[in-house]
């Protein structure tokens, strides 16, 4: 079996941007896909070129984004995707804990997402919350469009539309939220791709050696979660949009941490990989087992469930 050399490694990254492209010429839905994992190429290059090959890179797809889409969606490419996949590689570079790397990456690119888009909408009319309000109910005028067509009854027509115009504000009003957890995630996604692709070619000597199945958010971040509920349900104006968005972060954060545990367990029964499969699919299509894992995620906190803190306190 012959190994592969260097230069050969160096077009891993570039080959799959083209297959990626290719694939998004032939089936457009691609798209969102292509935007979440354009960071990976990005960094892989950063690792293994150095910044200043990376930068470079990001200067050209800005560039090709200037000519093809303009200046505002390529702007946004640098805010979201070039200082996601920059951030990402330098932290990996240091040797930072891979929650580390994810929680900074994410909360970097999404405070610059967000002042990009104020800037983009500051000279305009419509607000960002506004721009946001309105193509959330352009999404649900479509899914009523649906309704109708199926045969759904004109009443349940319109006791839908009702509650998409109730809710229509709320969502807007925790943009900030879901932008963040859309970066937290696409940070986590293009991390593990990344770990993935530079350990099957170079060890994985950058990378901690920490298990997701072992992760355990900061013990403190109970009192945002706490503080932000008593928010929400009590406050008004300003003071309960804040608290939904900080509510709706922390939510997510012990949703995984609640993930966390449950892959822990599944992996220390031994549990087959089908079974894993059909439990997570049922995890993601039901809000209750959300909402338990969630709680799973905070409850952790005092239970010890994994027992990690009693093990980690023995070993001082």
């Given at each position: ?225 706490i503080g932000s509920g008593v928010a ?51 995890i993601f299509v039901q809000p209750l ?28």
């Open positions: 079996m012959t190994e592969s050399t260097p230069n050969q490694n160096f077009l891993v990254p570039i080959v799959l941007v083209f297959v990626l492209f290719l694939a998004l010429a032939i089936f457009p839905p691609l798209g969102a896909l292509i935007g979440v994992l354009s960071p990976f190429p990005l960094v892989f290059v950063a690792l293994q070129k150095g910044r200043q090959v990376s930068i470079a890179l990001m200067a050209l797809v800005f560039v090709t984004l200037l000519l093809l889409v303009g200046a505002d969606q390529a702007t946004l490419f640098l805010a979201e995707y070039a200082l996601l996949a920059l951030l990402l590689g330098e932290m990996i570079r240091y040797r930072l804990s891979a929650d580390r790397c994810i929680a900074l990456s994410a909360v970097v690119t999404s405070l610059v997402s967000l002042v990009v888009l104020m800037v983009l909408f500051g000279d305009q009319e419509t607000s960002v919350k506004v721009f946001f309000e309105e193509q959330i109910r352009a999404h649900f005028a479509q899914s009523m469009k649906s309704f109708e067509s199926i045969g759904e009854s004109p009443a349940e027509v319109a006791s839908m539309k009702a509650f998409a115009e109730r809710t229509a504000e709320s969502f807007a009003g925790s943009y900030p939220a879901f932008l963040f957890i859309g970066s937290l995630i696409s940070t986590a996604a293009n991390y593990a791709l990344v770990r993935i692709a530079w350990t099957r070619l170079y060890g994985s000597g950058l990378f901690s050696e920490g298990k997701f199945s072992e992760w355990i958010c900061l013990e403190n971040l109970v009192w945002l979660f929400l349900f009590i406050g008004q104006g300003e003071i309960e949009e804040a608290g939904l968005n900080v509510f709706l972060v922390m939510l997510f954060i012990y949703f995984i941490q609640g993930l966390s545990i449950v892959v822990y367990f599944l992996k220390a029964r031994n549990v087959q990989v089908f079974f894993w499969f059909v439990l997570f699919i049922l087992l959300i909402g338990l894992v969630a709680g799973l995620g905070v409850f952790d906190i005092w239970a010890d469930f994994r027992k990690l803190r009693i093990a980690s306190a023995e070993d001082i």
